[in-house]
């Protein structure tokens, strides 16, 4: 047992990998829809690229979506709307009016036999008014023609009537007033027209939730299929093209044969073949890291940074399709090669991104349409995002990759349709959309860095200002370190653009690897002005331990001003391993007789692990020793440059450091050419 543990613990790197490895499978796969695939890939417009293609079994013809929206409105358009007929108004307005009436005789002086005509006319105003019904307008609610049959309820009974039977407003007016007779009116007709306009109310009305009801009943009559194919009938001929009434089978096919493959029997089957199919993408992508990228790839960190960011965009990508399929295309996956290009590089940014649209192809409609417009807007993103920490680079960017989208899915929109009359606008929204998204981007670096300290151009370019706190307070302090770090700097980058390694990083690195000097700068020559040196007092083993500690002492500054691990490297490893040489044979010197142990005068290291962190040590190097000479030469800068470049290799400064005698050989040459110039002999200028 304790044996299987000390295997565990040695290999901890790799038993970290394989689980990383099979948590990401499982978590995918577990996202995916677990319905069964269809065997043939089709599109609309396309020949048919199989065999001739005949029905296996017995299935109907689904309608289209459109097909059966196109049914549903006309049902809706033909719906014959429901009115209820109020017999208690009715009744109310009868009573109303013989109360208004009596108390009108009763308190009027009006002729007898004149009342008795009045509620004559009253009576019958009365019966026409409500012999078909009053409808008030406002209340109607569908609108309706005047030959138009509708159902009239008047209790439990329906009757169809014509709705141009029903008064309104104005035609009762007119009945009135024509029952009563010509103008001008005695004082019995205005009484009597004053009560029939004030009693006299509608008693028809719209009934909006039995008219619902009946369409709701409608729909449920709709049939959704519109025939039926039988087993062993021809459905498709090889290089038929899909549309119309094949498209259509096609598809139904597609339904009927995926609910078929779905069943409780094969669920473990197709959960197999998913797990195998993921399974591939992913161990595809970490050996792309263990071959090419093989720093990343012993970094668990940066790989649970990849492997989670893969697993991000398919989750939000699932989510959107479970949601509502139609916002497919909002999902800014550009995201993905953006966040990995900002902190690794472009090959493995587009190498991802592809991975995971083949992924996403499992569970998104149009499947080809999908990778196809993905992967080329990926390459867009590679292509054009550079520079993000220049804030016009993104957007010019962005707004590219927004317009391939756009010409892409318009390119597919007419090959489908063969015109540009069916073309989905609305497409075009969630493009821009997409767009707008993208920007979050910004977001995940600044977020990512936090969170698995990682470093992006972005910082970097921050970092590499000289007025931050730190560089600044360097610069008051040790005037002279600040300066040599500033051509080193420059050395680095030229160096580092020279064999294509991280400029921005190497000279971010640079700026800083010296800053632990600010905290004793006068033991360090380039700070003493004065031409006193301190170390004139010191024992050679002290003034050892002084210079050593500037490494140390750097550490300690730079994780107090929180600065990322990836340029506390650079402070780490710029001495790597070697001598101060000066006091180690000055020590030797003093004490002939005594074996000076080399540990007590030789840097902790680490020594440089990455291509970045060789280039330092050799600018640094490089540049102090040229100050060193008296006159300045391009033949003595040449030399001195081979003998401390060879000098660093024979202490193998550089085996962890990736880096190849043919780089070395370029960054050599680089840094010489920049220091002939730097101290090239100038014209002598007559006093």
């Excluded at 304790?2 to 577990?30: D, E, G, H, P, R």
């Excluded at 497919?328 to 902190?343: D, G, Q, T």
């Excluded at 300066?483 to 680095?492: D, F, T, W």
């Excluded at 001495?575 to 004490?591: D, I, Q």
């Amino acid at each position: 047992m304790s044996s299987f543990i000390n295997k565990v613990y040695k290999n901890n790197a790799i038993v970290y990998k394989v689980l990383l490895f099979l948590i990401s499978v499982v978590a995918i796969v577990y996202l995916f829809p677990k319905g069964g695939q269809f065997k043939y890939d089709f599109t609309k417009g396309k020949p048919w690229q199989y065999d001739n293609l005949y029905a296996t079994f017995d299935f109907s013809i689904q309608k289209t979506e459109e097909e059966i929206n196109a049914e549903k409105i006309a049902l809706t358009k033909n719906n014959k709307p429901y009115f209820v007929y109020d017999i208690d108004i009715v009744s109310k307005v009868r009573s109303d009016f013989t109360e208004k009436i009596n108390y009108i005789q009763s308190n009027d002086s009006i002729a007898t036999e004149n009342m008795l005509k009045y509620i004559a006319i009253g009576n019958a105003v009365i019966s026409k008014v409500y012999i078909n019904g009053f409808i008030d307008l406002a209340n109607q609610g569908k609108l309706v023609s005047d030959n138009e049959v509708v159902f009239l309820r008047k209790v439990n009974e329906v009757e169809q009537v014509v709705y141009g039977k029903f008064l309104v407003y104005k035609e009762v007016l007119e009945l009135i007033t024509n029952h009563i007779g010509d103008s001008p009116y005695s004082y019995g007709q205005n009484k009597l027209l004053n009560i029939l306009l004030e009693v006299i109310k509608p008693n028809i009305t719209f009934d909006a939730n039995l008219t619902q009801k009946a369409l709701d009943e409608s729909f449920k009559h709709i049939s959704y299929t519109k025939g039926l194919v039988s087993v062993g009938e021809l459905i498709i001929l090889k290089g038929d093209i899909v549309e119309g009434r094949k498209l259509a089978i096609l598809n139904s096919l597609k339904k009927e044969s995926e609910s078929k493959v779905w069943t409780e029997t094969n669920y473990v089957w197709i959960v197999s073949g998913y797990t195998i199919l993921v399974s591939l993408a992913l161990l595809m992508l970490l050996l792309f890291l263990q071959q090419y990228r093989i720093e990343i790839y012993r970094n668990n960190n940066k790989v649970t940074f990849i492997f989670f960011n893969v697993f991000l965009m398919v989750l939000i990508q699932t989510l959107v399709v479970k949601y509502n399929s139609d916002y497919l295309y909002v999902v800014p996956l550009s995201i993905l090669p953006i966040v990995l290009k900002a902190f690794f590089d472009a090959r493995l940014g587009l190498f991802a991104h592809v991975l995971t649209v083949l992924l996403l192809g499992f569970i998104v409609p149009n499947s080809f349409e999908f990778i196809y417009l993905h992967i080329i807007a990926g390459m867009v993103t590679i292509l054009t995002v550079s520079d993000l920490y220049k804030r016009a680079s993104l957007f010019i960017s962005i707004g590219q990759i927004t317009l391939i989208y756009m010409v892409t899915y318009f390119a597919f929109s007419i090959i489908k349709e063969g015109n540009a009359s069916q073309i989905n606008w609305e497409y075009f929204i969630l493009f821009s959309a997409n767009g707008l998204l993208s920007f979050l981007s910004l977001f995940f670096i600044y977020m990512y860095e936090k969170i698995f300290g990682l470093v992006s151009d972005v910082t970097l370019l921050e970092l590499s200002n000289t007025n931050t706190k730190l560089l600044r307070e360097l610069n008051e302090k040790a005037p002279g370190t600040f300066q040599h770090s500033m051509q080193v700097a420059n050395l680095a980058e030229a160096a580092a653009n020279e064999i294509g390694a991280n400029s921005m990083l190497v000279r971010t690195g640079a700026l800083y690897h010296d800053i632990g000097k600010m905290l004793n700068p006068m033991y360090f020559i380039e700070n003493q002005s004065t031409g006193v040196n301190p170390h004139n007092d010191l024992s050679p083993r002290d003034s050892a331990s002084i210079i050593i500690d500037h490494v140390i002492k750097g550490i300690e500054l730079a994780k107090e001003h929180r600065l990322p691990d990836r340029i506390i490297d650079f402070i780490r490893t710029h001495h790597g391993t070697s001598l101060v040489y000066y006091f180690y044979m000055k020590e030797k010197e003093m004490n002939p007789e005594d074996d000076v142990k080399k540990s007590k005068f030789q840097y902790l290291g680490p020594i440089p692990f990455s291509r970045e962190t060789a280039i330092l040590m050799i600018c640094d190097a490089a540049e102090a020793a040229t100050k060193s000479i008296q006159n300045p030469t391009a033949q003595s800068i040449e030399t001195l440059i081979e003998k401390i470049v060879e000098k660093q290799k024979s202490e193998n400064q550089f085996i962890n450091s990736d880096i190849t005698f043919r780089e070395i050989e370029k960054i050599k040459k680089v840094v010489k050419k920049k220091l002939m110039n730097i101290y090239h002999l100038r014209i002598e200028y007559p006093d």
